[in-house]
DNA sequence: GTCTATAGTCGGATAGAC
DNA sequence: GTCTATCCGACTATAGAC
């Protein structure tokens, strides 16, 4: 009855990878605690005693899967960063441009990357991972370094980068640090408090109809604090 | 050793309500799962067996924080609500005030709430409250109702009505309720990612000097979102 | 109202066959 | 690598004396 979508009879038979999956799902629905082996061995269609195999415990497991949303998402971020750094290499080589249109591009890249980071947080294939994350968050655990330094420190000190230059400056100060904070709040709200948002708004769920107007509810609030034109 | 800040041992030996202040603590720091019923009666010296007696159960216990941290909050709210209703009425009658010095009235006001939220989130007392708020957030349970009911519904409507009225319409559009949140989130991302924020700040906790400049930076973005003039 | 003691349950980890 | 069976510890809830 209903074979899922995982077949761990593959040849090489990734057990592992399974476990993983279905580790992120539960600890992502569940919580840390309230997750259990059992629940999540029975989801991968794999053995209980198998995690302690693989993991050494469940504790391993929970890092591994960590580290493994750590991974997907420089994977998905990753390519945009690349963009961003390369564009802005080009922006401040071509000393011929002039400073609102150059200001203009600055713009449309932060934008690039909130967007980025709004698909990613409401999207259904990562909801899992943004549970963890927020968690991760509240109570770092063993896991918070490595998500922190794969990941949130190269896309904060990117926006910072952004915003800095924006304002007419060489290097992010303290202030500009604070603004990116603000900004990544107003995208990140959508899934923290996705309970009282949903009644608020009066949606049902969060999909891509209501991304797009957060979307352009955040480059207003963007164009308006950063001080750029915008349509 | 070390009797602590509560004493059960008062005229009426308020047991009930230190289980409540125990039960809060232990929940915000731990999760629901995580808590145990054990700890909880150990740190509101009092005797687990109590919990069922007074509460039903551990879920009961739980409910009754919930509904208690609602109180509270509806108790630090509840003025600065009240006030604005109050103000904004004077304004609606004002009909000689000019439009701009209406509109930084209502401004002010919107200020006034975002400060007392920005307290709130980082303030040591309640910082147990907000850990318990956010976590019921992302998994509403059986006490989510009366907490949207009996607080967010009224802060964040109240909010919606101040930013319609910047705006120049009599009630609040999908458009204005989307940018009340985007507020909210600029203030609220500095407690549900505390620690990539005193990472990525440097700053080792948050405390009322940089409370001071987070509100700083929010006020800064408001005036910009919404076209007033600020200092 | 408060206590002790314990029943009943469940989850994580391990041993050892295959 | 994968399985079954089981141990051990921890937790919630209850029974019943005081």
Redesign the interface.
Known sequence: MQDRDEDPREPGGDTRSALIRAAIEAFG??????ATTKAIAGAANANQALISYYFGSKEGLYVAAVEHIADQIGARMGPIGECVESETRRLEAELSMPVEDRRIRYFDLLCQMVDGFAEMLTDQESAAWA?VL???????GPA?DAL?GRV??RV?GQMARLVARLNGESSPS??D??????I???????R??????V???GWETIRTQQVT??KH??H??LA??L?VEHE
Chains 1, 2 share one sequence.
């Open positions: 629905r569940d919580g840390y605690e309230a549970q927020v968690r991760e968050q509240q109570q770092p918070f922190y949130q420190e904060l303290a202030a640090r604070l603004t990116v904070l603000t990544v709040g107003q995208v990140l709200v959508f923290t408090a996705r309970a009282a948002v009644r608020f708004m107007r957060i509810a955040v207003h609030n308006a604090m001080g």
